[in-house]
């Protein structure tokens, strides 16, 4: 079996890691810096590939880019002392096999590396398939599970609900889901469905004419419209009016709307996200 390679800076880490992995008769080389690695993969391959996020030089993510494009094949987990969002977004989108926060138990962490000992023995074929910004920190399993869906989930075009309680994130999710997406160059509008009242929240949707109803007085593009090529969000998508959110169904599964008072078609061009703090399956 081919080595399992430590990239890490910190001579600590790196030191825990080896006594460990020692112990379990697992071999191992280690690296201060991800350019010596990547040196390295000039003539040699690992089986399983555990790097730090951040170090002078190439970072964990640079590494894990480079690796990949020749052996996509090849496990590697990502540690970090910054438990971040968009850190765990990004490895788990270039590819990543686990993302291991630090501090860490290092049981833990020998399990880690042993589930991906065994991945890389099971596995003979697919390759999977980016920066850093601050936004949600969080190191408990279930931030995990949230990281990972938002790593899968960007690169979908598919409407995602988002539920959870009030103050709990949802807008930052969605912002991240957005920020990761092949629309991240285009807008992201969001919009409160409770905060605005049900006689204007169809306008602000989908815009009006001019005359649709009185003081109308010129033609105004909806929420829609100014979120084109990019991503809608409806917070409490739960206390939208019925109508409206038959209306909103008949959008998503047609591609095209109406402005208030209008009568021609007008394409869809958006991913919606969704959000509530209800739970809509009791409803």
Same mark, same amino acid.
């Given at each position: 079996?081919?080595?399992?390679? /430590? /990239?890490?800076?910190?001579?600590?880490?790196?030191?825990?890691?080896?006594?460990?992995?020692?112990?379990?008769?697992?071999?191992?080389?280690?690296?201060? $810096?991800?350019?010596?690695?990547?040196?390295?993969?000039?003539?040699?391959?690992?089986?399983?590939?555990?790097?730090?996020?951040?170090?002078?030089?190439?970072?964990?993510?640079?590494?894990?880019?480079?690796?990949?494009?020749?052996?996509?094949?090849?496990?590697?987990?990502?540690?970090?002392?910054?438990?971040?969002?968009?850190?765990?977004?990004?490895?788990?989108?270039?590819?990543?096999?686990?993302?291991?926060?630090?501090?860490?138990?290092?049981?833990?962490?020998?399990?880690?590396?042993?589930?991906?000992?065994?991945?890389?023995?099971?596995?003979?074929?697919?390759?999977?398939?980016?920066?850093?910004?601050?936004?949600?920190?969080?190191?408990?399993?279930?931030?995990?599970?949230?990281?990972?869906?938002?790593?899968?989930?960007?690169?979908?075009?598919?409407?995602?609900?988002?539920?959870?309680?009030?103050?709990?994130?949802?807008?930052?999710?969605?912002?991240?889901?957005?920020?990761?997406?092949?629309?991240?160059?285009?807008?992201?509008?969001?919009?409160?469905?409770?905060?605005?009242?049900?006689?204007?929240?169809?306008?602000?949707?989908?815009?009006?004419?001019?005359?649709?109803? $009185?003081?109308?007085?010129?033609?105004?593009?909806?929420?829609?419209?100014?979120?084109?090529?990019? $991503?809608?969000?409806?917070?409490?998508?739960?206390?939208?009016?019925?109508?409206?959110?038959?209306?909103?169904?008949?959008?998503?599964?047609?591609?095209?709307?109406?402005?208030?008072?209008?009568?021609?078609?007008?394409?869809? %061009?958006?991913?919606?996200? $969704?959000?509530?703090?209800? %739970?809509?399956?009791?409803?």
């Amino acid at each position: 079996m081919k080595p399992v390679w /430590i /990239i890490d800076d910190d001579r600590s880490i790196r030191w825990v890691l080896e006594k460990s992995l020692a112990r379990e008769d697992i071999e191992f080389k280690s690296f201060a $810096t991800a350019d010596d690695a990547l040196r390295a993969l000039g003539h040699d391959v690992p089986q399983v590939v555990v790097s730090d996020i951040r170090m002078p030089g190439s970072s964990g993510l640079d590494f894990l880019q480079k690796l990949h494009q020749r052996h996509p094949l090849v496990p590697v987990i990502i540690m970090t002392a910054y438990s971040d969002l968009e850190s765990a977004v990004s490895a788990f989108q270039g590819g990543a096999f686990e993302y291991l926060p630090k501090p860490f138990d290092i049981n833990h962490a020998v399990d880690l590396i042993r589930r991906a000992l065994a991945q890389s023995r099971r596995k003979s074929g697919e390759a999977e398939a980016v920066e850093v910004a601050a936004d949600i920190l969080g190191q408990a399993p279930a931030m995990q599970e949230v990281f990972r869906a938002i790593g899968r989930l960007s690169q979908s075009h598919a409407t995602v609900l988002i539920n959870g309680e009030s103050g709990t994130g949802k807008e930052l999710v969605a912002r991240a889901l957005h920020r990761h997406s092949p629309r991240a160059d285009k807008p992201f509008i969001a919009i409160n469905t409770a905060a605005i009242p049900k006689d204007l929240l169809e306008s602000e949707l989908f815009g009006h004419e001019r005359g649709a109803f $009185t003081g109308a007085a010129a033609t105004r593009r909806g929420r829609f419209e100014q979120a084109e090529g990019g $991503t809608l969000f409806l917070d409490e998508i739960g206390d939208m009016p019925a109508d409206l959110q038959t209306r909103l169904l008949r959008v998503l599964s047609d591609g095209n709307f109406y402005r208030v008072g209008g009568h021609q078609p007008i394409k869809a %061009n958006v991913r919606i996200i $969704t959000a509530t703090h209800q %739970n809509l399956d009791e409803r």
